[in-house]
């Protein structure tokens, strides 16, 4: 009974127990707040119903910062820093390592939403936290891959967008002195394909082969690193051509993208008896070739037709569909691994996979009807809706002892 008890009590102090405790908090927490925030945003554009100040610098701009460098960023540091030394069979990094990440980055955001309030200075102050917090989360896993004698290629691929995403997000504290729009653009776009994309889909190509030979029998994993090698130019290309503004040819990197892959997926697929933890991992992962396919057809579109007539569809086919659905799948994944609980997708979990494809489908068609700010802020509703229960259940988990009793 004492366990039982001392297994439900709150403890902020085990938020400094393991690396993912504290940045999988940082980032459950992120989840609402910044999109609490734009949705109230968007209701007040749509209806002017709340009468908020509009903050510095434009809010579908700053929204794009938040969601990329301030509330998808924690997860990935708090994964990367833990699995970074296993990768590589070094020594697992202490609190003094990660801590400062975790504050860094949870002050930033924190300041950021308040600066999108009124307060413009403390965009600023957030700008310098996230910063900070970035550069030591980094610093540390490019020890932990100057170390590694044999070069684990998954690492260097992480390592190398988690650098792209520090040029990006110091363009975007560079916009905030000068205001020249090109620097908020150019971070805008290293955010998706520099950082994001890069990081999602090396952690897919070695672990969702992995997880799905532990359960399902028979499986015959496809993971060879030429596909990572491949990759990379092509997320490059795109990433230059949309810098460039050469958006008629971005087809030339997105073609193949969209092939490389579909073809992993159709490879990897569990055709097996699998458990739904396994199988929403690859459902969410489809929407990268979906995205692909937008991408694809918006730049054959613009290259007839000069116009965007697909708008801002294929980025968030990427950004809630593939980025969303996965950030549901794999955080819960790790997180009842890590804190030894059964390794099951329950309803919470389900509910918010389920709403979150629903929520990504209404932002997409949101593109391509009347009234696109009336069904943007629906969109906004329902991230919230799909996010409040599992974020609330998540900062639970992080904040009680593991369930099988051991340390982390």
Known sequence: MDNMQAGNVLSPKLLAAA????????????VLLA???WTLWLVDIRWHAIGLSQPQVYGGWLHAIVMQYQVLAPFMFGFLLT???????????????????GLGLFGGQLLTLAGAFGPAHLLHIGAVMT??????GLVFLLRLVWRDAGKTWHAVSCAAALLLGLVGFALYAAFLHVSDARLMFAAIKFGGFGLLLPVYFTVAHRMFPFFAGNVVPGYRAWRPLWVLGAFWPLV??????????????LWLADLPL?????????????????PLLLRVLFMGYAWLPVAMVLYSVQSLMYAASGDFMLGRAPAHALFIGFFGSLLVA???RVTQGHAGRPLVFGGVATFAFVVIQATCVTRIVAELVPDQMAWQAVAGVGWLLAFAPWVLRSLRIYLVPRADGKPG
């Open 19 to 30: 690396p993912h405790r504290l940045l999988f908090f940082v980032g459950a927490a992120n």
């Open 35 to 37: 999109m609490a925030w």
């Open 83 to 101: 699995t970074f030394p296993r990768w590589m069979g070094q020594p697992d990094l202490t609190r003094w390592h990660y801590v400062p990440v």
């Open 131 to 136: 910063l900070a917090g970035w550069t030591t």
């Open 236 to 249: 490059l290309l795109h990433l230059g051509l949309e810098l460039a503004h050469g958006y008629a040819w």
């Open 258 to 274: 969209l092939a490389l892959a579909s073809t992993w997926l159709w490879r990897n697929w569990p055709r097996g008896p699998a």
């Open 330 to 332: 794999m955080v819960t």
